[in-house]
């Protein structure tokens, strides 16, 4: 786990490698690449010339937006009923 401090804000930023970003969203690396490349998804932060990991309050943001956008559609079953 590596951490770095932020410049706005003395919390620190835990930084998280593409298999564990891959777990929490559940795309693969393709998908995620691509959403990021679309402003869709966190960017990766490049660590090193070969090196690149997200910022994990990022991704855990990008899951709560994901759910509540989801929770907020009415479900197709309800609207059967």
């Known amino acids: ?7 706005h804000h003395e919390e ?3 930084f998280i490698r593409l298999p ?7 795309f693969g690396t393709t ?6 490349a679309q402003g869709l ?4 932060v490049q660590l090193g010339a070969r090196s690149v990991a997200w910022v994990k309050s990022e991704v ?3 899951n709560s ?7 907020r559609q009415p479900s197709d079953s309800s609207a059967s009923k």
């Open 1 to 7: 786990m590596n951490t770095a401090r932020n410049e």
């Open 12 to 14: 620190p930023v835990e």
């Open 20 to 26: 564990e970003v891959k777990k929490l969203v559940g």
């Open 31 to 36: 998908k995620i690449y691509t959403m990021a």
């Open 41 to 44: 998804f966190p960017k990766q």
């Open 60 to 62: 855990l943001q990008w």
């Open 65 to 71: 937006e994901q759910l509540a956008a989801a929770r």
